[in-house]
């Protein structure tokens, strides 16, 4: 066995670590189970159906709570976390007893009762949030979300912060985030960001999106995202696409059970680029060493990394001119229309740089602006300084503020985004993986000098052969910044996304 082979590999001779890894498979059967509710409520299950799956939910979250904080597991982890550092362990061992012991303390930090009542709060409030934002009824929702608020808050002070009681909610999403950090690596973005869009709007310069807009058949699409999806290597055998309200990527049991959704507009991209975004997602997830599968380490080491992973799969492969040239035909054949428009001009629409309401359809310009957005206020409302009743005019304002636009309606603006139903915290991950995909980015285009002949020829296999092999193989081995040093040479930097950013904007408006 090869050192990097032992690396991923447990080491089960020693009878703890089996022990606790049969203990843990256990919960992951459990969370599995959990995760193909979630499937079910997002893609199928009858809008009726809530309130007895929140019981169902919360009969089931419990369960996994009480095998988390089982006293058995948390001797055992106590036991190994130092034992494990010794250089005959693998690296795989050493994860393994990380995420699971921190696991193990955050789920005894929290009631069970709590545990229960926060999972019947989250599936009603998710069905609340599918109606409030297709009825356009803010007014009807403020109460729900009000109470995950309340939720969220009492999780935070439950885990415990330093500083700011919102540091406890980053970190279940980014370990060891804070708003410090966060405020330190969204000011150069956010100034990078605003720079090139007034610079583009005071230059006047446009580009015609027009022909992307029109009566494109739902049933076209889902054939042209699967063939997209199939060609950067997304595994359909063991994956699936399905449609729902807010495209999103479930793992019910990685490497082997991985699935995504997308949804339909008459604005084409929307499918094809969410498809992209949430193949990255699953070419990660799909990517994981099949020795974790039932564990906590088969999955992404962050949502931060992971969204490096959807934002590099869907923006600097998927928006490029390399990445059309060899795919547009598909998009002509499945769309006649298109066959009058070249590849040249379909690529300068796809990277239009305009200030838009929906955050999911945003330009790389914008998108961390809207990010900003969320971010600031969902800080403000866990912190005590605004009211959820203040919340749709306070969005608007910094919609206003930031991007010079106001929200036709709350269904556009404030009722946009599933996230609020499942919780706070996650937003700022998307930048952070715009930062962290950037520097990967510019890592594999020094890694491949012929990066962009290859994937103009048609082949991403490099590429996924190479993150495969550097990093989506490690799952959550290793800590998100640890890997990113790990996978390029170097600590986390803002500078790669500023350079890569101001370099297309330059190419598609001639600057």
């Known amino acids: 066995m090869s050192i990097e082979q032992q690396k991923l590999g447990f080491t089960l001779s020693d009878t703890r670590i089996s022990e606790a890894l049969k203990l843990i498979q256990e ?82 930090k929290l009631p069970r009762a709590f545990v229960e009542e926060l999972e019947r709060g989250l599936v009603l409030a ?43 909610l980053l970190d279940i999403y980014e370990p060891g985030l804070t708003v410090q950090q966060v405020d330190e690596l969204f000011e150069p973005v956010k100034e990078v960001s605003t720079s090139l869009l007034k610079r583009i709007q005071q230059s006047g310069k446009t ?4 022909f992307l807009t029109g009566e494109y058949g739902k049933d076209q699409q889902r054939d042209l995202c699967a063939v997209l999806l199939n060609n950067i290597g997304y595994d359909f055998e063991r994956g699936w696409l399905a449609i729902s309200a807010h495209p999103f990527t479930l793992s019910v049991g990685a490497p082997f059970d991985v699935r995504l959704t997308t949804r339909y507009d008459r604005y084409m991209p929307t499918s094809i680029m969410a498809a992209l975004h949430e193949g990255g997602h699953g070419l990660y997830e799909q990517g994981t060493s099949p020795a974790f599968v039932r564990t906590p380490l088969a999955n992404g080491a962050s949502l931060g990394v992971h969204e490096s992973q959807s934002r590099l799969w869907e923006n600097a492969i998927g928006r490029s001119a390399a990445f059309w040239q060899a795919q547009y035909h598909h998009i002509q054949e499945a769309f006649p229309a298109f066959r009058d428009i070249d590849v040249k001009t379909f690529v ?15 330009d790389e310009v914008t998108y961390n602006l809207h990010i900003v957005i969320r971010y600031e206020l969902e800080k403000a409302l866990i912190n005590g300084e605004l009211s959820v009743n203040e919340l749709p005019q306070a969005w608007n304002d910094k919609y206003r503020s930031y991007l010079g636009i106001v929200p036709d309606s709350d269904a556009n603006g404030v009722l946009q985004d599933v996230h609020w139903t499942f919780g706070m915290g996650y937003f700022p991950t998307y930048t952070l993986g715009n930062v962290y995909g950037a ?35 490690h799952g959550v081995t ?34």
């Open 27 to 108: 919960v992951g059967d459990l969370e599995a189970i959990r995760a193909m509710m979630d499937w079910d409520q997002q893609t199928g299950m009858p809008h009726g159906a809530g309130a007895v799956r929140g019981d169902q939910v919360a009969t089931l979250q419990g369960l996994i709570h009480e095998r988390w904080t089982d006293s058995r597991l948390g001797q055992l982890l106590q036991e190994l976390a130092p034992i494990v550092q010794q250089p005959e362990y693998s690296d795989a061992d050493r994860g393994l007893v990380r995420t699971s012991l921190r696991a193990y303390e955050q789920a005894t």
């Open 207 to 210: 580009v015609d999106t027009s």
């Open 126 to 168: 998710h069905e609340a949030w599918v109606k409030a934002r297709r009825d356009n009824d803010f007014a009807g929702y403020a109460p729900v979300l009000e109470r995950m608020i309340g939720y969220y808050r009492e999780m935070a002070d439950y885990y415990g912060y330093k500083d700011n009681r919102y540091d406890a």
């Open 439 to 473: 520097q990967i980015y510019a890592t594999l285009r020094r890694e491949f000098p012929d990066f962009d002949a290859r994937v103009a020829g048609g082949d991403t296999s490099f590429v996924l052969n190479w993150l495969r092999d550097h990093l989506y193989v």
């Open 478 to 511: 290793y800590l998100p910044r640890d890997l990113i040093e790990r996978v390029t040479g170097e600590a986390p930097n803002t500078e790669y996304f500023k350079k890569y950013i101001t370099e297309k904007v330059n190419k598609v408006y001639g600057f």
């Open 348 to 362: 300068r629409a796809l990277n239009n740089v305009e200030s838009s309401l929906i955050r999911v359809e945003a």
